[in-house]
Nanobody, 127 residues
Framework: QVQLVESGGGSVQPGGSLRLSCAASGWPFSSYSMGWFRQAPGKEREGVAGIDTDGSIRYTDSVKGRFTISKDNAKNTLYLQMNSLKPEDTAMYYC?????????????????????WGQGTQVTVSS
């Protein structure tokens, strides 16, 4: 059974940092492409960052230079390092995975690209 469990969310002041983790089980993690999404109240879920099976990475423009996605295949864990956080980063953050490369169809930033989702972890940025 495939399972994704996020952790690391919390409340921080603007300019602060958080590192989100997503522990995966039940699949060959190295063969999966992965993504981080977020959803603020009243808004659609949006793609934040994606990492393909070959390690290639993409970010949405609003987080470039501040967020870093990484994947540790030995630990079956996906990370999102978030620096210089802003109030507009406040959202529920989700990790997602699919069992093959983005090259086989589907954009990294679309929710329909992914087969598996975690339950989410809340990030609140406020002074």
């Amino acid at each position: 059974q495939v399972q994704l469990v996020e952790s690391g969310g919390g409340s921080v002041q603007p300019g602060g940092s958080l590192r989100l983790s997503c522990a995966a089980s039940g699949w060959p993690f190295s063969s999966y492409s992965m993504g981080w999404f977020r959803q603020a109240p009243g808004k659609e879920r949006e793609g934040v960052a994606g990492i393909d099976t070959d390690g290639s990475i993409r970010y949405t423009d609003s987080v470039k230079g501040r967020f870093t996605i990484s994947k540790d295949n030995a630990k079956n864990t996906l990370y999102l390092q978030m620096n210089s956080l802003k109030p507009e980063d406040t959202a529920m953050y989700y990790c997602a995975g699919r069992p093959h490369s983005f090259r086989y169809g589907g954009a990294w930033s679309q929710t329909t690209t992914y087969a598996y989702w975690g339950q989410g972890t809340q990030v609140t940025v406020s002074s």
